[in-house]
């Protein structure tokens, strides 16, 4: 079975502060895929980023970043000088190859950014 | 493109009523999917697709129908609407091929309520 564990419920920063966001998984396939969505409050969702589990470098897009780390599970999210458009909740996602790539979500963690 | 498409964006049922939301993708994807969210939740899959003619059940199936005529369309049907199917709906599609997972596109949701 899959697991994604967002122990951050919710995380209040001030703008420009730098916040990083959790995410633990578990699975027992060696090919899998990790995914990032933000949502905002307008409710939709909107894909960040996708790291597949042969592929360990980190990547940086702006002022975002991600540390993906087999060794512990985690799949890591940064954001870099935060700023007030950037409150919403985050959710990591987990697939695997197979069994119709679906998607384990994780509770999501709830970014306040406040000036 | 318009992306994934959903109808209505919000709902209110009374119980024991029946409806279908609507959810029609026109980026030729072969995956669809149908998730739910209930408040400070992620998100669970009721039914997948993978192509037109096959539908599979996901996590939480129960009191849900679906079906996959077409490539573009995939509705899903609430018989018997009950208090518990109150929640935020989501359709999301990906192109799936030997490569692997895909990116999952999601569309606005359908805030449905059963009074």
């Known amino acids: 079975a899959q697991k994604v564990t967002q122990a951050q419920t919710e995380i209040s920063v001030v703008e420009k502060e730098d916040v990083t966001l959790d995410c633990v998984y578990e699975?027992?396939?060696?090919?899998?895929?990790l995914f990032w969505y933000k949502q905002p409050p307008s409710g939709e969702l909107v894909f960040l980023i996708r790291?597949?589990?042969?592929?360990?470098q980190n990547e940086i897009s702006g002022r975002y970043s991600w540390n993906f780390q087999k060794s512990t599970s985690s799949f890591n999210f940064t954001i870099t000088a935060s700023q007030v458009v950037d409150s919403a909740v985050y959710f990591c996602a987990l697939s695997f190859t197979g069994g119709g790539n679906k998607l384990t979500f994780g509770t999501g963690t709830q970014l306040k950014v406040e000036l | 493109n318009a992306g994934v498409t959903q109808t209505p964006k919000f709902r209110i049922l009374k119980i024991g009523q029946s409806m279908t939301l609507q959810c029609t993708q026109d980026?030729?994807?072969?995956?669809m999917y149908w998730y739910r969210q209930d408040p400070g939740m992620g998100l669970k899959l009721i039914y997948y697709?993978?192509?037109?003619?096959?539908?599979d059940k996901g996590e939480v199936p129960n009191g849900y129908n679906v079906s996959r005529s077409t490539t573009e369309d995939f509705p899903l049907r609430l018989e018997l609407a009950a208090p518990s199917q109150t929640s935020v709906y989501f359709c999301?599609?990906?192109?799936?091929?030997?490569?692997?997972?895909?990116?999952?596109?999601f569309g606005p949701g359908t805030r449905l309520t059963v009074l």
């Open positions: 999301a599609s990906s192109y799936t091929g030997t490569s692997g997972a895909d990116t999952q596109y």
């Open positions: 790291r597949n589990s042969f592929d360990e």
């Open positions: 699975t027992r396939d060696t090919t899998y895929y």
């Open positions: 697709s993978v192509g037109a003619g096959i539908t």
């Open positions: 980026m030729n994807h072969n995956y």
